[in-house]
């Protein structure tokens, strides 16, 4: 619901007090005096609501609901529109109910479609799981001397939370696990060991990379004992002479004696199996997807290259029906930033002023740990401790330091400790209702990718991101980029009118964290003038964060950009190993400028006004900053258009913690797509057998000149369920489904001999 403010029932007289007509009530005995906003009994003006008589004062629609009419609020008051940010409303049982998100059932045809075009999309990567497991196994079985089929591992439980020891990533189903201790190895670490053993083939290759080969007998077998160098330490690996991966030393959480054994999660040949089950779905299906999206160009992807700006028109998505769900799904298959405006349009009016939500959130008045906490300060990158009630009073009314420098000041990933959910039931709920897509968006949605019940799920949101903002040129997000899809969308702005002064001092401030540029007073002036050109084409009543979004392509350029232009960032260090992953850059109007003509990058440059919503795929690196100050909501998901980015930036962090568990999520989503077209097939088969039409006795007689009617019957019903079995069994085992056929054909062969038999002995 939008409402406008119309403050159609005030007058002023000229003394300057405010006068109210209807819809206002006047005060008569026995009513209640007392406003349920701020429990004020000495407000002379009171709008009473026609539902359940609750009273709201003027000061307090005023300020607490300024897109609310007194008339409408009489009709239907906060409360019973379920927004009401008083403190009893906001710490109330009711405020914390689940409430249900519209759109997220679907059809049988809809969910049909989904799960084929996710299976689709996934079996590359299922293929190329079940190629890295079948060399493990071949390995194996190398070892052992037996053959692959003849081959058999010990099971691990699947409900464990197995993670290889070596890079942190998680386990899917075959891995290595010792035999004396609790060290696990995955499939990767496994051929990337082997690999340079094998490239090695003695010490020369081992001496070239820096590595040292030792031979030593242990009993009667040979082992050869070698280092693996990475960014942070060396990793002594030994081989037996048949190739078993001994435990890596104490040193490195192993135990040092015992043989790396080889383990499986899942049954024998089941990620084969489905495999053959998703391949069969594929090319059943290939030609009849209709949400399948069109390999030509879109009309508002990337613009000319040759254009002088260095910035890129956003694609814009303007339809969330079906056709916009393509033109959504063509732009996320690119990697393509896309805005879908106005999502808020329809809510129900409910505040995300940050005072409103600091006060949702405060466990009491006089709570120490929610007194202050830590926030980003953007001059100077550095965090700061400051009071909650302190912060947000600075969203609206500005803050400034000792020297009177406005600060700029930014609040990320907020409520910590708990969830969005916990924590802002009520918001939560509104931000999931006006998520364009929810079938992608919602963490229940179909086209979301899940972690399985029995794994521990990763923070993917929502968050609360709260900062300050002015229009000169300072930086609220460095470069970065995600594991996995973002979507952004900004609730509530508030512009905090400086004066001349105050805006000499933050240009003073920002010049003094920038390095002297190193070009000529001419291509100084000119990128003045083009940041004036960006500060007139931004400038709106709406409008809050400036956005650059690059391709995910120029990922190893902008790195490269990055190093080599160090020394023009201020407190940054030249040797930056991973400088987009350590978050260290910010790229001004000169900095983009110089990137197009050394390189060629050029970013999608553009603003996300009030009720935007920016989806960010996977890998896309991106920068923001505020133009005033923000209040946004960002989620996490992972697209199946972004498994394959989300899977390589995975393998790429590998050596870190793996949050996402990327493989866990598409073997699950692909599992359960299968499991439903399996079941749907079967549900399929058995009404058609049960709704069969009966079939009527033919002309001459109760029985003479034909045969019985229950035979035409079964003949029937059989054909109909060999034709079913042939063309739509394709997800049944081919050794069960060749059974089935052999015996329905023997089943059909004999009713008709039985047909024909009645017919000859009755003539």
Same mark, same amino acid.
């Given at each position: ?40 009994k000495d407000r002379e003006k009171l709008v009473r609501c026609t539902k359940c008589q609750k009273n709201y004062c003027i000061s307090c629609i005023t300020k607490w609901y300024p897109r609310m009419e007194e008339a409408s609020l009489a009709e239907a008051c906060p409360e019973c529109l379920n927004i009401c940010n008083c403190a009893a409303c906001l710490q ?131 082992? !050869? ?255 970065? !980029? ?78 490269? !950009? ?113 499991? !439903? ?87």
């Amino acid at each position: 619901m939008s409402f406008q403010k119309s403050h159609a029932n005030e007058e002023t007289s000229s003394g300057g007090n405010i006068r109210m007509t209807e819809p206002i009530v006047k005060r008569k005995r026995g009513d209640s005096t007392n406003c349920h906003q701020c429990h004020r009994k000495d407000r002379e003006k009171l709008v009473r609501c026609t539902k359940c008589q609750k009273n709201y004062c003027i000061s307090c629609i005023t300020k607490w609901y300024p897109r609310m009419e007194e008339a409408s609020l009489a009709e239907a008051c906060p409360e019973c529109l379920n927004i009401c940010n008083c403190a009893a409303c906001l710490q109330s049982d009711g405020a914390k109910k689940d409430m249900p998100i519209p759109d997220l059932k679907l059809s049988t045809e809809d969910k049909i479609q989904y799960s084929r075009y996710i299976v689709r999309v996934l079996v590359p990567f299922l293929k190329k799981f079940v190629v890295e497991q079948s060399m493990e196994r071949e390995e194996e079985a190398k070892i052992q001397g037996l053959s692959v089929t003849g081959l058999k591992l010990a099971k691990a439980n699947p409900k464990d939370q197995v993670h290889c020891k070596n890079c942190k990533t998680s386990i899917l189903d075959i891995h290595r696990s010792c035999v004396n201790c609790l060290y696990k190895l995955c499939v990767t670490c496994c051929r990337e060991i082997r690999d340079i053993f094998l490239r090695g083939n003695g010490q020369n290759h081992m001496q070239d990379v820096g590595t040292r080969n030792v031979t030593t007998n242990v009993g009667s077998s040979m082992v !050869y004992s070698f280092c693996m160098d990475d960014a942070k330490r060396k990793t002594e690996w030994k081989l037996t002479e048949k190739g078993t991966i001994i435990c890596p030393p104490e040193i490195m959480g192993g135990c040092g004696c015992g043989d790396l054994v080889l383990n499986s999660t899942y049954p024998d040949n089941w990620l084969s199996q489905l495999l053959r089950k998703a391949e069969a779905v594929t090319e059943v299906n290939k030609n009849a997807d209709p949400l399948e999206v069109s390999e030509k160009a879109c009309s508002c992807s990337r613009s000319d290259k040759e254009s002088s700006d260095n910035h890129l028109d956003c694609p814009r998505v303007l339809d969330v029906g079906k056709p916009g769900l393509r033109h959504f799904q063509w732009h996320l298959k690119e990697g393509e930033p896309v805005i879908v405006p106005d999502v808020l349009s329809g809510m129900s009016g409910l505040s995300w002023e940050p005072l409103v939500l600091w006060r949702i959130c405060r466990k009491s008045r006089t709570a120490v740990r929610d007194q202050e906490f830590s926030v980003r300060n953007c001059l100077n990158w550095c965090e700061e401790k400051i009071e909650m009630l302190q912060f947000f009073k600075g969203y609206t009314e500005g803050l400034f330091d000792i020297e009177g420098r406005p600060q700029i000041l930014r609040l990320e990933d907020w409520p910590p400790s708990e969830s969005f959910q916990e924590r802002l039931p009520r918001h939560s709920t509104e931000f999931f209702r006006c998520l364009p897509f929810k079938h992608y968006t919602h963490p229940q949605a179909e086209m979301s990718l899940k972690i399985p019940e029995v794994s521990l799920k990763p923070d993917l949101g929502p968050k609360l991101y709260i900062g300050y903002g002015v229009p000169e040129e300072l930086g609220v997000t460095r470069l970065q !980029y995600a594991l996995s899809d973002r979507v952004n969308v900004l609730m509530h702005t508030a512009e905090v009118c400086l004066d001349p002064e105050r805006l000499s001092k933050i240009e003073k401030s920002r010049r003094t964290h920038v390095a002297p540029d190193p070009v000529d007073s001419l291509i100084n002036e000119r990128t003045n003038e083009e940041a004036k050109k960006n500060r007139q084409m931004f400038e709106d009543q709406k409008s809050g964060v400036v956005w650059d979004v690059f391709r995910r392509q120029d990922v190893h350029k902008m790195e490269e !950009y990055l190093r080599k232009h160090s020394g023009e960032f201020r407190d940054i260090s030249s040797q930056q190993v991973a400088p987009i992953q350590e978050k260290a850059f910010y790229l001004t109007v000169e900095h983009k400028r110089n990137l197009k003509q050394e390189y060629g990058i050029e970013p999608w440059t553009f603003v996300q006004r009030l009720g935007d919503a920016v989806f960010i795929p996977a890998g896309c690196i991106h920068q923001s900053r505020n133009l005033k100050s923000c209040t946004s909501v960002a989620a996490n998901f992972v697209s199946p258009e972004s498994v394959g980015e989300c899977v390589r930036l995975s393998a790429k962090c590998r050596f870190k913690e793996d949050e996402l568990e990327m493989k866990k999520m598409t073997l699950n989503a692909i599992s359960q797509a299968v499991e !439903y077209l399996d079941s749907i097939t079967c549900n399929t088969t058995s009404t058609s057998t049960s709704t069969a039409p009966p079939v009527a006795p033919m002309a001459g007689g109760d029985q003479g000149g034909a045969s019985p009617p229950n035979l035409q019957y079964m003949r029937q019903d059989t054909e109909r369920m060999l034709w079913m079995l042939e063309h739509r069994g394709h997800l049944w085992q081919p050794a069960m489904r060749a059974y089935l056929q052999q015996e329905m054909r023997l089943l059909l062969d004999n009713i008709i001999r039985k047909i024909e038999g009645s017919s000859s002995s009755s003539s």
